[in-house]
Every structure is written in structure tokens, then in C-alpha cells.
T-cell receptor
Framework: DAGVIQSPRHEVTEMGQEVTLRCKPI?????LFWYRQTMMRGLELLIY????????DSGMPEDRFSAKMPNASFSTLKIQPSEPRDSAVYFC????????????FGPGTRLTVT | EDKVVQSPLSLVVHEGDTVTLNCSYEVTNFRSLLWYKQEKKAPTFLFML????IEKKSGRLSSILDKKELFSILNITATQTGDSAVYLCAVGPSGGGADGLTFGKGTHLIIQP
């Protein structure tokens, strides 16, 4: 299995622009998680899906952030409009089964907003 | 609010030393504690602990959970330079959902040759 796939790996954009991050979970996994990692705040859970349905989005910082999972093999995290404080590494992770917390992380997208 | 505190925040030791990393937590509805290793990329899974007092072991790494005192330790014996990484502790569930994880800030471990 190729593991969790994220794209792009690096994104540099200007403040105010829309940013879309993409994730393909491991085939067969029914949970998908979006995290953000910064030096100041560490690794934070933004939102997670179970069987393509958003379960908890309490970690999404603002209305500028939105996430979708149209099918079992694809999810997006969108920031519109982007701001410099959104600069971070965004990880997608997937896992199987409600009782398992062994989450497999993708390589991350390093976002820089200037 | 759920909280995970790791100590020390950073640690520098020499190759061959033994290190102990600490993780304490406050979670409303504890189910499991996980350890991850993060080098210059994504976190990779090490251990998941759900029961007190049962040691999990993988090579030179071992971990144990104390659910009464709400902490876990990760031991690394005979350290090697390849052990240099950030070690993350996570506890779940967290937040409003059934499966989210709360991560600590991590311990940055540096092994000097």
C-alpha cells in the first residue's frame, strides 16, 4: 500500500488567496483526520471523518477553514481566504475501526502564507 | 479541556545512554495513550497502551501506562543517533467526538555520537 498520500507537499501563497490541500487515505480505512502542526501549538486535530461523514470539526479554527470528503478515497481541506497565521504543516491521517487509534500519517503539506 | 504534558521538552544525551520520556494527561473519557516518533516528516506509530502496568516492548523501546496516576513513560535503552527525533504522546478520545486524539508538544531527543 502506498500509505496516506497528500498533495501538494509544499504550498506558498499570498494572503487572501484560496488554498486547497488534498488527501488520499489508505484504502479500507474508515477514519480520516486532518491535523495542523506549528512550533507554538504542536499537533492539533482540526476535523475528522468516519465513513466520509464529518464527526467532529470543533478544532477548525475559523469559518475560513472547511473540509470535505466526497468519497472514501479523497478529502480536501480548504482555506479561504488564507492568512499568514495559517502557515503550518498540515497532516492528513487515516485509521481503521472505532477501537483503533493507530493512525497512519501522510507526509504533510507545508503551507506558507506571505 | 483535555491536556497532555510531556517532559522534558528537549533532551541531549550520548550514544549508548538510556533515556526516559514522560507523558502526563488529563482526559475526560480516556481510552488509550499512543506514542509516536517524528523525524523530519510525518509521525510514525510506536505503541498504543490501554491497560495499566502492562509493558509494551519493541527492540530497545518500551513503554508503560499508569492509569491511576495518569501518566506514561517511554524508555529507550542503548540509544543510537538514529533515535534522534521528536517523540509525541497522544491520548484519546478527545474533543466532542469519539475518536480524536490530543497530542502533547513532544520531547525533542538528540543523541550525540
Amino acid at each position: 500500500d502506498a500509505g496516506v498520500i497528500q498533495s501538494p507537499r509544499h504550498e506558498v501563497t499570498e494572503m487572501g488567496q484560496e488554498v486547497t490541500l488534498r488527501c488520499k487515505p489508505i484504502s479500507g480505512h474508515d477514519y480520516l483526520f486532518w491535523y495542523r502542526q506549528t512550533m507554538m501549538r504542536g499537533l492539533e486535530l482540526l476535523i475528522y471523518f468516519n465513513n466520509n461523514v464529518p464527526i467532529d470539526d470543533s478544532g477548525m479554527p475559523e469559518d475560513r477553514f472547511s473540509a470535505k470528503m466526497p468519497n472514501a478515497s479523497f478529502s480536501t481541506l480548504k482555506i479561504q481566504p488564507s492568512e499568514p497565521r495559517d502557515s503550518a504543516v498540515y497532516f492528513c491521517a487515516s485509521s481503521f475501526g472505532a477501537s483503533s487509534y493507530e493512525q497512519y500519517f501522510g507526509p504533510g503539506t507545508r503551507l506558507t502564507v506571505t | 479541556e483535555d491536556k497532555v504534558v510531556q517532559s522534558p521538552l528537549s533532551l541531549v544525551v550520548h550514544e549508548g545512554d538510556t533515556v526516559t520520556l514522560n507523558c502526563s494527561y488529563e482526559v475526560t473519557n480516556f481510552r488509550s495513550l499512543l506514542w509516536y516518533k517524528q523525524e523530519k516528516k510525518a509521525p510514525t506509530f510506536l505503541f498504543m497502551l490501554t491497560s495499566s502496568g502492562i509493558e509494551k516492548k519493541s527492540g530497545r523501546l518500551s513503554s508503560i501506562l499508569d492509569k491511576k496516576e495518569l501518566f506514561s513513560i517511554l524508555n529507550i535503552t542503548a540509544t543510537q543517533t538514529g533515535d534522534s527525533a521528536v517523540y509525541l504522546c497522544a491520548v484519546g478520545p478527545s474533543g466532542g467526538g469519539a475518536d480524536g486524539l490530543t497530542f502533547g508538544k513532544g520531547t525533542h531527543l538528540i543523541i550525540q555520537p
